[in-house]
């Protein structure tokens, strides 16, 4: 059997818990118009990342990266998305280099024989 | 050392956690065309924040519509009205004049588009 449909759209609960966060607390939505909200998400996802692609399509590279979701964001009139996604992506990068740099420290550690702590990290892969 | 997987769901750093899941923006990502190859760890953290603020957007504005009638609830028919008043929405067009597979034959719910102006 193939997927269904909710599988492809994002969660219904959590586009429903950011719609509740907007209106006020009596306000109620249609079941309609949450998966309404699911649709207009994933197109909005569409068609930004189609944008984006094509450009990584034109420059020869294979990888979809944030700069380019920002870029899009800028291409497609969507400035006040471009604005957050590049303070995102400053914020992301920043906690990655701390990251690399606690693990270059835990490294040289291991040489020098001190005791391991623990440290977690989340992995980023290229897919 | 623990390491996580690479999309284990909810990720905590300095912003806080995701509201949306990544592994499932990935795959929309991926299913939105031919040209859509490799995907870097940082694009659908990206959307994942940005997905949050286009319906934090788009609700609100047809909240306000809804509101203009003196409802207490929002219906498609607001989320339509608001696409149609807001410019950079008009990728949305296409999707609100269309039967989906969600919508079409919601028992009790069925609604006609109101274009207003």
Redesign the interface.
Known sequence: MGEN?ES????IA??E???K???PQ????????K????????????????EA??K??NENR?????D???WA?GS???D??AE??SM??L?????ERIKASDKAI?FQHHQHGVE?H?????????? | MRQAGAYSGVMYWKTGPHSLPLARIKKIMKKSGEEVKMISGEAPIVFSKACELFIEELTKRSWMIAMQSKKRMLHKEDVASAILATDVFDFLIGLIFNETAATAGDVGESENISVGC
């Open positions: 449909w492809l759209q994002l969660p959590n586009v818990r950011i719609m966060k907007i209106i009596k306000g109620k939505i249609s079941k309609e118009a998966k309404t909200m699911q649709e207009c998400a994933n197109e909005f996802i569409s068609f930004v990342t189609s692609a094509q990584c399509h294979r990888t979809l990266n944030g380019d979701i920002y964001f497609l009139g969507l006040n998305y957050a996604s995102l992506l914020k992301f990068r920043e906690a835990t391991d623990e440290y977690n990290y989340e992995h980023h892969q290229l897919s």
